[in-house]
């Protein structure tokens, strides 16, 4: 499989969204969005941060989280990791 290209400079929610569904679909146990670093952004095996710059890693989890939010919104995923246990995720604007 090809790995996506991300541009942060000029995001594509799409892309980001392709490579959600890709995970999802490769890695049935996965269920953390985000990792807590600024070097790491969770999706190497995936997808591909060039070309690169200082903030390319923060400009994609932002990313991810709208992406997120669209597919709670859809009906596509939920958060907290089981109905038992559901925690409630900070928020943000999303910017365009």
């Known amino acids: ?11 594509d929610l ?10 999802l ?3 049935h146990s996965w269920n953390h969005l985000l990792y807590p670093t ?6 190497e095996g995936y997808l591909d941060l060039n070309p690169p710059r200082m903030d390319d890693v923060v400009v994609f ?3 991810v989280m709208d992406v997120f939010w669209q597919l709670v919104t859809e009906g596509i995923l939920a958060p907290g990791e089981n109905a038992g246990f559901r925690t409630i ?3 943000r604007l999303a910017t365009q």
């Open 1 to 11: 499989m090809e790995r996506l290209q991300f541009d942060a400079s000029s995001p």
């Open 14 to 23: 799409t892309l980001v969204r392709q490579a959600i569904f890709q995970r």
């Open 25 to 27: 679909r490769d890695q």
């Open 38 to 43: 600024t070097s790491n952004h969770g999706f």
């Open 61 to 63: 989890q932002r990313c």
């Open 89 to 91: 995720i900070s928020t």
